[in-house]
Structure formats: C-alpha cells, structure tokens
C-alpha cells in the first residue's frame, strides 16, 4: 500500500501529468463555447463591436465599466473577426491562461502539489466554465488579479525591478478591466505597503528604504496610468448614486456573492449545498493547520483580500448604493482557488488526506455533471432556429420590431444588416451601443409605412396587440422559440400593413 502511495506521489508531481490536467481542463471549459446564442450583456458588449475604437471609448463612457475589456475585443475581432464564437475564443483565452499559471508560477513558487491543485481547481470548479463562455471581462480580469497576487508575493520574497513592473503593469490592466478589479489591485497593493513597513525580516534599514522607494515609484506609475480614465469613473460613479439596476436583499447582496466559486451552472439548491460543504471544508483544513503549527500567512493574505474586498462593497451597498453584485465577487477567483489549492495539496494527516480525495472526487463529479447540463443547454436543437426563421421571414419591403430593448437587442446584433426598429417613446443611454438601430420616436413612422413588419414579442403579445389595435395589420405567420441558453423566449409575428 505504502509503494503504491508513493507511486501516485511521483504521479502527481511529473510534470507531464501537470500538463495533461491542464490540457483536459481546457478542453473541458472550452467543450461549451461554440455558439452563437446571446443574453442582453453579451449583446450589449456585441452591439459596442459595430463601432470604432474612438466611438467604444465615448460610448462606454456613458456605462458603468472600465474600457479595456472592449478596445481588446475589438481588436482580436479585427484579426480574427466579428462573431460571438471569436468573442466566446476571446473570453476563453484568460480562462485557460489562468489555469496555466499553476504550471509557470505556482509551481515554482510553492511546490509541484500546490500547483497541480490550483490549475485542477481553476478548470473542474463549477465557476470557471460559466465565465469562460461569455462575452465579457470577467476572465480577463480574473487573469489581471492573479497576476497582481502573485507579484506582490514575489516582490516580498524578491526586490526585483522586473517583479515590480508587470506587477504595475497587470494591477493597471486590471483596473481598466473591471472596477471590482480596481478595488482589488488597489487592497493587494495597500496590504504590500502595510507587510513591507512591517515586515520583521527586513531588518537593514537600506533594504527597506529600497522596497518602500520602489513601491512609491511604481504606486506613481500605477497613479498615472489610472489618472485619464479618473475623470470617467467619477461621472459613472456619479451615474451609479442617481440609480442603479443592483437589488438589495440577504440573498443577491449578502449570500450569493459568498458562493460564487462554487455555483456554475447548478441549481440553487445544489450550488448552496456544496458552499457550504466547501467553507466547512476551509475551515476545517485551517483548524488542522493551526494545531499543527503549520505556516497559514499566504492563505491569510489571500483570504484577507477576497473579505476585504467583499467587506468593503457589501458596507457600501448598505450605507451609500447597492453595487455588490455576485458575479462581479468572481474577480477574486484566482487568489481565492490558490487558498484553497494551498490547504488542499499541504495536507498532513491521514484524514485530512482522505477527506481532501473526497472532496477532489467530488469536485471531479460535480465538474462533469455542470459541464453536462451546459452543453446540453449550450447546443439545444433549438439553437439558432429563431434567426434562421428571421432569415425566411425577411425580404424586401420588411421591417423587424421590437418594444422590449433587453430582448430584441439579442436578436439585432446578430442580424444588424436588416432594418430594425424599437418602438418607443423615449431615448435612453442603453441604445448607444446599438446606435445603428433605427428607433421610433413617435408614431407617425409607422401611421406612414406599407409594407411587412417582423414583431418580436413576450409571451403575452403586448406589442403586437397594441399595434393590432391602432393600425390595421395583416398577420402572415406566428412562432414562438424557446432557448435553453439563459431560458430566453422569443414570440415572433409576421404581419402585414
């Protein structure tokens, strides 16, 4: 038994089977990426696409997040084209990254053990495969702030200029990236200030004043670097203090930010089981580290930074506007998962270690269950019908309405060479990403229009009976599609004026 032991040992710690996890692992967050379905942030994100990069960084101005994210995309898409699958490739991209970190850094750092688990955690968690999917920021700056974690580690061990660098460097991306991002970077870099000034171990008075000298100049670097895009961010938080779509409640607010590692595509219920199992597993690991004496500060450190962070934003919902919101907790993923891989891999006794192998089994377990239920959602036989029927729909003398702007806007950024219209009665911030669509102010367009229009519609038909009443229309043809990729459902009517 003992043999075998160390044979899985020597296993785990070959740097072939690293690379296997990592290559299973890629293929398994990527396995559900390829379509073409999109909920309305991935359509807001879209529809910014049409633009230029001058007109991305006005519009965005107008929103509530940094512009990075947006100018990179554009970018790739330029390369590589303009499809939801390139950006879905896009989002992928950091995700995979990430995982790779515990190959390039984290095992250098800390051990093949501790390495292996964090890549493993990265790719099996419920989480990652949710976020890696989706047309927006999040993985990137999941990369950034692992990244910004992990220089600020070497920096303490190492006062290396180059450290210092693209630990100024990421922290900057980051905070472009995701205003969660911002605060993160900006935690990580005044928990380093505050260990440098009081880090017992540097005791040479010169070695010191060279960290804290260093760490001015690059807090400037990082000051600079943030200082064009200030003046933006004080008018979006000036936007956000007016209103803010956020709820607050114990639940969105309070709970769910806490289970967001452990949620992906399961259910509630099943995701709140296994968060609690997971912080029982957390503390359980602590309580036997402390008695053993064993060294807990890089685990503090990290775990002091997600709470922070979590801390902070849940007292500003409270006190001033509701901005805690549990997907954006995900930022924090990579410091979290390196807490938790630390605990894992460090494991010393015999329970501890076969509890750490159920908990691994389980996570394996759960990993293939949630990717089941996203691919299959993912890749329903329902998917794409609703533009192919647009397709059939559409001809000459056509136009395509909607009333709902976070419904139809799915279905106009994947068919912008046709006339689109949304009815309503007033201009909103929202639209200026799809400022390519036409809108109806007042009615007199459609009181003077001939011709076939296209109605996407709610379930209750509301638009298509309004129109029904006011204007004498002819219907052609009716069909409804029910998505399982976000539970989206479209009604769409033909008629005729």
């Known amino acids: 038994m003992k043999n075998w032991n160390e044979k899985i040992k020597q296993i785990l710690e070959k740097k072939w089977f690293h690379i296997l996890i990592i290559v299973i692992g890629a293929v398994l967050i990527s396995a559900s990426i390829f379509h073409t379905e999109l909920w309305f942030d991935e359509s807001y994100t879209m529809g910014l696409m049409q633009h230029d990069f001058a007109q991305i960084i006005a519009i965005d101005s107008t929103d509530v997040h940094p512009v990075l994210y947006y100018l990179m995309l554009k970018t790739f898409m330029l390369i590589f084209g303009q499809s939801a699958i390139v950006a879905r490739i896009f989002s992928i991209i950091p995700a995979i990254l990430v995982g790779i970190l515990g190959y390039t850094h984290i095992r250098k750092d800390f ?18 495969p949710n976020y890696a999917m989706e047309i927006r920021m999040y993985t990137w700056t999941i990369l950034f702030v692992t990244i910004s974690a992990i220089y600020a580690y070497r920096i303490n061990k190492e006062n290396k200029l180059e450290n210092w660098l693209i630990f100024a460097i990421v922290n900057l991306l980051a905070a472009h990236c995701h205003y969660y991002g911002l605060a993160t970077v900006a935690i990580i870099n005044g928990l380093l200030f505050l260990y ?32 064009p895009w200030l003046f933006v961010f004080i008018n979006q938080a000036k936007s956000v203090s007016q209103g803010y779509w956020i709820p607050l409640n114990l639940a969105e607010t309070v709970i769910a930010p806490l289970g967001v590692q452990f949620h992906g595509s399961l259910g509630i219920m099943p995701a709140a089981i296994f968060t609690l199992f997971m912080y029982t597993y957390f503390v359980y690991q ?16 990290c775990l002091l930074i997600h709470f922070i962070l979590y801390f902070a934003m849940l007292i500003v919902s409270i006190t001033i506007k509701p901005i805690m919101y549990y997907r954006y907790m995900v930022i924090t993923s990579g410091i979290v998962v390196f807490a938790l891989a630390y605990l894992m891999a460090n494991s010393k006794t015999k329970i501890q270690k076969i509890i750490t192998t159920i908990v691994v089994m389980i996570i394996l377990g759960l990993s293939i269950y949630d990717n089941s239920i996203r691919i299959l959602t993912n890749y329903d036989s329902n998917r794409g019908k609703e533009i192919q029927y647009l397709q059939e729909q559409y001809g000459e003398n056509t136009i395509l309405l909607y009333s709902d702007f976070f419904h139809g806007s799915n279905l106009a950024v994947q068919t912008p060479q046709y006339e689109w219209y949304k009815y309503q ?38 638009l298509y009976k309004e129109l029904q009443e006011k204007y004498e229309l002819k219907e052609l043809a009716r069909k409804q599609f029910n998505i399982a990729y976000r539970n989206l459902i479209y009604h769409i009517v033909t008629v005729e004026k």
Request: one cysteine or more; aromatic letters at 16%; charged letters at 25%.
């Open 286 to 301: 602590i309580i036997c580290y402390k008695k053993q004496k064993q060294k807990l500060k890089i685990v503090g450190y």
């Open 196 to 227: 440098i000034l009081f880090n017992k171990k540097i005791k040479e008075e010169k070695t010191k004043k060279r960290y804290i000298i260093y760490f001015l100049a690059m807090a400037v670097i990082q000051i600079l670097g943030y200082l």
């Open 111 to 128: 051990g093949a053990k501790v390495g292996l688990t964090f890549s493993f955690l990265m790719y099996f968690l419920p989480f990652m």
């Open 425 to 462: 009665q007033e201009t909103s911030d929202n639209l200026k990403p799809f400022e390519w669509i036409k809108t109806t102010l007042n009615e007199e367009f459609l009181e003077n229009y001939h011709g076939k229009i296209i109605i996407v519609d709610h379930e209750g038909l509301e």
